[in-house]
């Protein structure tokens, strides 16, 4: 401890202090008295094999968890973190392992959701300001990314370049990475800790996680080891070394950390010829043989992944041959892929590796479920049995195979993702980042079965960004750049340098199979990943598409309408057109929020029904009733059931289907019961509601000005205040939310409360336009029609998308629609179709659009 206290007298009071803190899950103890303190402008490095306690420790200063006991100083004195949110406040940003953030939302917003707002006039969002702050805090990184550009679609190196933007908008004192390096290439890591030192001189003090032992040394002041959620010891850097670092983790010395052993080099296994696939790789050939490791190197974006990718048949090449086992395959999924022998261990476990909410067991056996289930039948015991299996020769740390995965930590799930693909004892492996955020003892143990598989005649591609691991492990190493192979060493010639030559352009020792050319400028660094793309349909240009497409059809189906029935575009069909689209309009507006973020509402036929029937009723029983007061009873009447909605998704976390589904039955129940089954006739409704529908000073009916207005509003409130970008960002990625400490829960209960605020004015809205409230089918249905309107606009039903232009399009294209079905005489009954039909074909659409930007 000598040099710890002289540490601690040079530096004076630490910035934060933990003393004793203890954390347990689920009566397993993961921290047991653990004391770790931080001093300003200086880097304290945490290392520890997974399930040490490390990232626990950081989520009790992130506020993320609470310690079971011990205390946490700050300043000297006392604090308590009960959540992110307040971690900001004392200055504390968390830069997690994966990267949490917003895929819908442009890089900008990420930086800033949560961590400050630009306001303008009117307290409204100041886009400019934002965009200009973005854009001199990514320069000042050395990033070269658009702040509009939609996340999603950025590699994960670029994702984890814009999560430490925002953590360094924060100007925190604190600043807190977990495995920051973990997606990084070495240059990208060089200007990573130019930053940290740029930080350290400011007076920030930094918690860094790696299990990267050169770069602990490189960057770190000092150095605290955890084993087993217990507190091991705290060194100097200068007075310590890695080998001894490496005993405190595991608890005794390790002599070879990457082992790879001679092997009989065998036939071909793996041969691919020419491949191509446009904008991503071009001519790509080379061979793996049995008993062989190949190492593919380069950037972060030189198209290792995708190369990868098309070999398995997740996306398949445009041009080019894969030969496997001396013949032709013509791989166009991956279950083909397995057929024929080929495993694909992904680079992103969480997002591509895994089924977080399934258990272990589940997801290890998966591959390899029609071999455990003989005649079909699932059979749990021999699938635990298995996982058992896996989990000892893997050292998978965990409580049990029934375990989630998404509760294990980092290199524990990647050791499952391992476990599932080696069960299909394949012939040919791809491992594309195999040990990305594994701990020093569980890399070698990875490193020591690759070895193993190769001695039994496996050929195993390898893609590694980790340039010793790639020396160490590799019998030939390939080099890509910019969707080219630049380079080919064999073992004994390959060094660091050259790999790195060959990867940034400045030189081209590439040799033997061909298509190889370097047309990129020299001295290049930088692969494609971290610029901003030219297209990405994740970019709000896509709503554009979209909506011009839904126009396109509008005007199509008014054209064919009016050549089968010249009197189609006559000037009362016209005003049918008009009339039918505000009531959408106004429950669309507010549906498409709910779907937003990541709910649905199917409540909202019957809550317009329940205003309506209330309306009429108070109309029967006071006729001077001010039609402003009437229109206020049914916000407040919709607004009201709107939030025992938001109730139950949020407080009872009722999912929002079910939810609203129950209520749908028990608010059109009401119905009936308040009005007795009697009809509110057209004579017990007031003229002037009535005339609400017919005229207007400005030529058009009071309830299209209404519905316009409602429009009008919903565009302000989602594109401009705080509250409404909070919407789209809890449908993208709720856990990133709560993480950011938006009010997640706050937010959803708002929605629905909207929609049936919605509802309720749409009910005032029903009454004028038809005369009449019947309670046997007033609103019956409707909610189908407003859904259609906002997936035919755009809005994503798996949340954190829409627009109120697609959804207004929609909406119009529905009234269009209903009115062609009548004039042409064609049974009401098509109209449940056209919704139907409508709906599925914007939800595939959607799907094979995520599914493109995924590749």
């Given at each position: 401890?000598?040099?710890?206290?002289?540490?601690?007298?040079?530096?004076g009071?630490?910035?934060?202090?933990?003393?004793?803190?203890?954390?347990?899950?689920?009566?397993?103890?993961?921290?047991?008295?653990?004391?770790?303190?931080?001093?300003?402008g200086?880097?304290?490095?945490?290392?520890?094999?997974?399930g040490?306690?490390?990232?626990?420790?950081?989520?009790?200063l992130?506020?993320?968890?609470?310690?079971?006991?011990?205390?946490?100083?700050?300043?000297?004195?006392p604090?308590d973190i009960?959540?992110?949110h307040?971690?900001?406040?004392?200055?504390?940003?968390?830069?997690?392992?994966?990267?949490?953030?917003?895929?819908?939302?442009?890089?900008?917003?990420?930086?800033f959701?949560?961590?400050?707002?630009?306001?303008?006039?009117?307290?409204?969002?100041?886009?400019?300001?934002?965009?200009?702050?973005a854009?001199?805090?990514?320069?000042?990184m050395?990033?070269?990314?658009?702040?509009?550009?939609?996340?999603?679609?950025?590699?994960?190196?670029?994702?984890?370049?814009?999560?430490?933007?925002?953590?360094?908008?924060?100007?925190?004192r604190?600043?807190?990475?977990?495995?920051?390096?973990?997606?990084?290439?070495?240059q990208?890591?060089?200007?990573?800790?130019?930053?940290?030192?740029?930080?350290?001189?400011?007076?920030?003090?930094l918690v860094?996680?790696?299990?990267?032992?050169?770069?602990?040394?490189?960057?770190?002041?000092?150095?605290?080891?955890?084993?087993?959620?217990?507190?091991?010891?705290?060194?100097l850097?200068?007075?310590?070394?890695k080998?001894e670092?490496?005993?405190?983790?595991?608890?005794?010395?390790l002599?070879?950390?990457?082992?790879?052993?001679?092997?009989?080099?065998?036939?071909?296994?793996?041969?691919?010829?020419?491949?191509?696939?446009?904008?991503?790789?071009?001519?790509?050939?080379?061979?793996?043989?049995?008993?062989?490791?190949?190492?593919l190197?380069g950037?972060?974006?030189?198209?290792?992944?995708?190369?990868?990718?098309?070999?398995?048949?997740?996306?398949?090449?445009?041009?080019?041959?894969?030969w496997?086992?001396?013949?032709?395959?013509?791989?166009r999924?991956?279950?083909q892929?397995l057929?024929?022998?080929?495993?694909?261990?992904?680079e992103d476990?969480?997002?591509?590796?895994?089924?977080?909410?399934?258990?272990?067991?589940?997801?290890?056996?998966?591959?390899?479920?029609?071999r455990?289930?003989?005649?079909?039948?699932?059979?749990?015991?021999?699938?635990?049995?298995?996982?058992?299996?896996?989990?000892?020769?893997?050292?998978i740390?965990?409580?049990?195979?029934?375990?989630?995965?998404?509760?294990?930590?980092?290199?524990?799930?990647?050791?499952?993702?391992?476990?599932?693909?080696?069960?299909?004892?394949?012939r040919?492996?791809?491992l594309?980042?195999?040990?990305?955020?594994?701990?020093?003892?569980?890399?070698?143990?990875?490193?020591?079965?690759?070895?193993?598989?190769?001695?039994?005649?496996?050929?195993i591609?390898m893609?590694?960004?980790?340039?010793?691991?790639i020396?160490?492990?590799?019998?030939?190493?390939?080099?890509?750049?910019?969707?080219?192979?630049?380079?080919?060493?064999?073992?004994?010639?390959?060094?660091q340098?050259?790999?790195?030559?060959?990867?940034?352009?400045?030189?081209?020792?590439?040799?033997?199979?061909?298509?190889?050319?370097?047309?990129?400028?020299v001295?290049?660094?930088?692969?494609?990943?971290?610029?901003?793309?030219t297209?990405?349909?994740?970019?709000?240009?896509?709503?554009?598409?979209?909506e011009?497409?839904?126009?396109?059809?509008?005007?199509?189906v008014?054209?064919l309408?009016?050549?089968?029935?010249?009197?189609?575009?006559?000037?009362?069909?016209?005003?049918?057109?008009?009339?039918?689209?505000p009531?959408?309009?106004?429950?669309?507006?507010?549906?498409m929020?709910?779907?937003?973020?990541?709910?649905?509402?199917?409540?909202?036929?019957?809550?317009?029904?329940?205003?309506?029937?209330?309306?009429?009723?108070?109309?029967?029983?006071?006729?001077?009733?001010?039609?402003?007061?009437?229109?206020?009873?049914?916000?407040?009447?919709?607004?009201?059931?709107?939030?025992?909605?938001g109730?139950?998704?949020?407080w009872?976390?009722?999912?929002?289907?079910?939810?609203?589904?129950?209520?749908?039955?028990?608010?059109?129940?009401?119905?009936?019961?308040v009005?007795?089954?009697?009809?509110?006739?057209?004579?017990?409704?007031?003229?002037?509601?009535?005339?609400?529908?017919?005229?207007?000073?400005l030529?058009?009916?009071?309830?299209?000005?209404?519905?316009?207005?409602?429009?009008?509003?919903?565009?302000v409130?989602?594109?401009?205040?705080?509250?409404g970008?909070?919407?789209?960002?809890?449908?993208?990625?709720?856990?990133?939310?709560?993480?950011?400490?938006?009010?997640?829960?706050?937010v959803?209960?708002?929605?629905?409360m909207?929609?049936?605020?919605?509802?309720?004015?749409?009910g005032?809205?029903y009454a004028?336009?038809?005369?009449?409230?019947?309670?046997?089918?007033?609103?019956?249905?409707?909610?189908?029609v407003?859904?259609?309107?906002?997936?035919?606009?755009?809005?994503?039903?798996?949340?954190?998308?829409?627009?109120?232009?697609?959804?207004?399009?929609?909406?119009?294209?529905?009234?269009?629609?209903?009115?062609?079905?009548?004039?042409?005489?064609i049974?009401?009954?098509?109209?449940?179709?056209?919704?139907?039909?409508a709906?599925?074909?914007?939800?595939?659409?959607?799907?094979?659009?995520?599914?493109?930007?995924?590749?």
């Open positions: 401890m000598v040099e710890v206290i002289r540490w601690m007298m040079i530096s009071t630490p910035l934060f202090h933990l003393s004793a803190v203890s954390k347990s899950f689920g009566g397993v103890p993961v921290l047991n008295a653990v004391d770790f303190d931080l001093f300003p200086e880097v304290h490095t945490l290392m520890g094999e997974n040490a306690g490390k990232s626990t420790l950081t989520k009790i992130g506020g993320i968890h609470q310690p079971d006991s011990g205390q946490i100083l700050l300043d000297g004195k604090v009960p959540s992110p307040v971690a900001q406040q004392v200055g504390i940003a968390l830069m997690h392992q994966e990267p949490l953030n917003f895929p819908d939302l442009d890089v900008a917003e990420n930086i959701m949560g961590r400050g707002e630009h306001r303008g006039p009117l307290r409204l969002r100041n886009w400019t300001a934002m965009y200009a702050e854009r001199e805090l990514l320069a000042s050395g990033l070269d990314l658009d702040p509009r550009a939609k996340l999603r679609g950025l590699s994960l190196a670029a994702q984890q370049m814009v999560e430490m933007a925002g953590a360094l908008s924060q100007k925190a604190v600043l807190l990475m977990d495995e920051p390096t973990a997606a990084l290439t070495p990208e890591v060089r200007e990573l800790f130019l930053i940290i030192n740029r930080l350290k001189g400011q007076g920030v003090a860094f996680i790696s299990h990267r032992l050169g770069e602990v040394l490189e960057i770190s002041d000092r150095i605290t080891v955890l084993r087993d959620g217990e507190l091991v010891g705290t060194r850097k200068s007075e310590t070394s080998d670092i490496l005993k405190m983790m595991v608890g005794r010395p002599s070879a950390l990457f082992e790879k052993d001679r092997t009989t080099i065998g036939a071909p296994l793996l041969r691919v010829v020419n491949l191509s696939r446009r904008g991503r790789f071009s001519d790509i050939s080379f061979e793996v043989h049995g008993g062989e490791i190949v190492g190197a950037l972060v974006g030189a198209g290792r992944t995708e190369v990868a990718q098309s070999i398995f048949g997740l996306s398949p090449p445009e041009s080019g041959a894969v496997v086992a001396g013949k032709e395959a013509r791989l999924s991956p279950g892929a057929g024929l022998g080929l495993a694909y261990v992904p476990r969480q997002q591509h590796g895994l089924l977080l909410p399934f258990a272990v067991f589940s997801n290890i056996s998966l591959p390899v479920l029609r455990l289930s003989p005649k079909g039948w699932l059979r749990p015991g021999v699938e635990r049995e298995q996982a058992e299996k896996c989990r000892a020769d893997l050292d740390h965990l409580r049990d195979v029934d375990q989630p995965a998404r509760e294990l930590s980092g290199g524990n799930q990647q050791k499952v993702v391992l476990s599932k693909w080696l069960l299909t004892d394949p040919v492996l791809i594309d980042e195999p040990t990305r955020g594994i701990d020093i003892g569980a890399k070698a143990e990875v490193h020591r079965l690759m070895s193993q598989l190769a001695q039994q005649g496996k050929a591609l893609i590694s960004s980790d340039l010793p691991e020396l160490a492990m590799s019998d030939r190493i390939l080099v890509m750049r910019e969707g080219r192979l630049t380079g080919e060493f064999e073992r004994s010639e390959a060094t340098e050259r790999i790195m030559a060959a990867a940034t352009g400045q030189s081209l020792p590439r040799k033997g199979m061909g298509g190889g050319r370097e047309d990129g400028p001295g290049q660094s930088r692969g494609p990943c971290l610029t901003s793309p297209l990405s349909f994740g970019n709000s240009r896509w709503f554009r598409f979209r011009i497409g839904i126009a396109f059809v509008v005007a199509l008014v054209l309408a009016t050549l089968t029935e010249p009197r189609f575009l006559s000037p009362e069909n016209i005003r049918n057109i008009l009339l039918y689209i009531l959408i309009t106004v429950v669309a507006m507010a549906e929020m709910v779907l937003i973020s990541r709910n649905i509402d199917l409540s909202v036929g019957s809550v317009l029904g329940f205003s309506a029937i209330v309306v009429g009723n108070a109309f029967i029983r006071a006729p001077e009733l001010s039609l402003w007061l009437a229109a206020l009873l049914s916000v407040c009447i919709g607004g009201a059931l709107g939030a025992v909605n109730a139950l998704v949020t009872m976390r009722v999912p929002a289907i079910i939810a609203t589904l129950g209520t749908l039955s028990a608010y059109r129940g009401l119905v009936f019961i009005s007795g089954g009697r009809q509110v006739d057209p004579n017990d409704i007031p003229p002037d509601l009535i005339r609400l529908s017919q005229t207007s000073p030529g058009v009916p009071w309830i299209v000005l209404f519905a316009a207005i409602v429009a009008a509003m919903t565009f409130f989602l594109r401009y205040t705080p509250t970008r909070q919407i789209y960002a809890v449908g993208s990625n709720p856990l990133a939310a709560r993480l950011r400490g938006l009010a997640v829960d706050r959803v209960f708002l929605v629905f909207l929609s049936g605020a919605a509802a309720g004015l749409a005032f809205m004028s336009r038809f005369g009449y409230v019947n309670p046997g089918d007033t609103g019956v249905g409707f909610e189908l407003v859904i259609s309107a906002a997936i035919l606009g755009g809005t994503n039903v798996f949340g954190g998308s829409g627009s109120v232009m697609g959804t207004l399009l929609g909406g119009l294209l529905l009234g269009v629609i209903n009115v062609a079905l009548a004039v042409l005489h049974s009401a009954f098509w109209q449940l179709a056209t919704y139907g039909i709906i599925l074909t914007a939800v595939t659409v959607d799907t094979g659009i995520q599914r493109r930007m995924g590749r």
